[in-house]
Nanobody, 128 residues
């Protein structure tokens, strides 16, 4: 059973950076699409970014394009989310998730229910 542990969250000022890590166990991440999602208090969980296996094609939410970068290191069985130029609206609990099945040509972050494996989340708080 694939499991995740996220880390790297924290309390930062507007404009600062954080790098979130997602360590997987129980299965090899190599064959999974990885997604990062976030949920702010009182709001729906929303997709932030995703990356497919093999070709490493990525998809980003419009709100984070140019500021966030998703990556993966299959050798370490880990995924990452580099977050730069953070804003207060980026505040929330960040989750990594995995989607198995046939390797797609691209990935989607619309509909978090597609992703069957989730971590416990890490809190990111950005203050101005």
């Amino acid at each position: 059973q694939l499991q995740f542990v996220e880390s790297g969250g924290g309390l930062v000022r507007t404009g600062e950076s954080l790098r979130l890590s997602c360590a997987a166990s129980g299965a090899n991440l190599e064959h999974y699409t990885i997604g990062w999602f976030r949920q702010a208090p009182g709001k729906e969980r929303e997709g932030v970014a995703c990356i497919i296996p093999l070709l490493y094609t990525t998809t980003y939410a419009d709100s984070v394009k140019g500021r966030f970068t998703i990556s993966r290191d299959n050798a370490k069985n880990m995924a990452f989310l580099q977050m730069n130029s953070l804003k207060p609206e980026d505040t929330g609990v960040y989750y990594c998730a995995a989607l198995g099945g046939p390797v797609p040509l691209t990935c989607t972050i619309d509909g978090y229910g597609r992703y069957g494996y989730w971590g416990q989340g890490t809190q990111v708080t950005v203050f101005s």
